[in-house]
């Protein structure tokens, strides 16, 4: 008599329980995978904006520490002398709450400028040649950010105090104006002036920082890099 051989192999169920099972592992990989890249994409964006919104701060503000410097004593002393205006050493020419124009010097022109605006959420710059003088409404203004990163909706530079020490001992009371400009002075004088920048950007464009969360603010006091120091004498 003949012997049959039963024939090996996955029958049906076996077939459709592998391939569920199959299935649901590669769902599952596919799943975990969009995850990490999504992850892995809203940190790069979140970096990008951390990056450009300090990138902005620290120019501007680098700017506002610059500004004010004449190139060289003589000069200041001759302005000085001259207006008897101490206060447009570090002076934001423009008035408007989105704009900033500030004096600054190089050695061949003290009186150079450079000015930041906010115009349509994207930050702008503008600066001048030697001995132009600038506006906020007028001029070629690059901008230094983008919408595809930040909308700014926020950019003041507000005037803060000057303040007059004695430069041989700072911690002696604070001088007059009149102390530090008149046409004489018994006392070495040191001036000082302090700014505050304001800065504020959305990743979406909202109305104003209030109206979204994950805003990107600073408000921070600036003093020009080197502040002036002015030698006693007689006029």
Known sequence: MLAHKQASGFTLVELMISLAIGSFVALSAVTYFMITFQASLN???RAARTTEFTRTEFVISSAIRRAGFLSSTGNMISHLQATGDDNTFTDVISTSTDCAILNFG???DPDKQVGFKRENNVMKTLI???GEVLACNSGSWLPITSTNALFYKTFSITDGD???????DPNLAILSPAACTGSSRTTNCLITKIWTLELCALPTDAASCSDEAGSYYTSIT???RNPILL???SG
């Open 162 to 168: 000057t303040r007059y020490y004695n430069a041989d």
């Open 128 to 130: 001048g040649a030697e």
């Open 222 to 224: 600036i003093a020009p």
């Open 106 to 108: 190089t050695d061949t």
């Open 231 to 233: 030698g006693a004498w």
């Open 43 to 45: 940190t790069q964006t």
